[in-house]
């Protein structure tokens, strides 16, 4: 069986980076020579309100998926344990 293609990304999320609502991240699936990836990358808000790519963020071989997502909740666990997030949907600001 063949692997699907994507012929445009796939937006998974995307949220504020910091207050200043002028960056957010975006964090998406996408495919670049015939590799699939996970994209979570920094975009600018422009004056004229369109949301731009910056050089920030990562892009990774979507089989990284799973080892990211494991090092994330890892990475929440220990925030927690150390106090530096009290609870669910805390934005760290």
């Known amino acids: ?4 293609t994507l012929p445009e990304p796939v937006i ?4 504020w980076k910091n207050r200043r609502r002028s960056e957010s991240v975006h964090v998406s699936l ?3 020579e015939g590799h ?11 004056a004229d ?8 963020g990562v892009a ?3 089989r ?4 990211l997502a494991q090092t994330l909740v890892r990475a929440e666990a220990k925030a ?3 106090g530096l997030l009290d609870g669910e949907g805390e934005d760290g600001e």
């Open 36 to 46: 699939c990836l996970i994209n979570v990358l920094v975009y600018c808000t422009g």
């Open 12 to 15: 998974i999320s995307k949220f």
């Open 49 to 56: 309100g369109i949301d731009r790519p910056t050089p920030k």
């Open 64 to 67: 990284k998926l799973p080892e």
């Open 1 to 4: 069986m063949s692997r699907p």
């Open 30 to 32: 996408s495919e670049y």
């Open 60 to 62: 990774m071989s979507i």
């Open 80 to 82: 927690k344990e150390l």
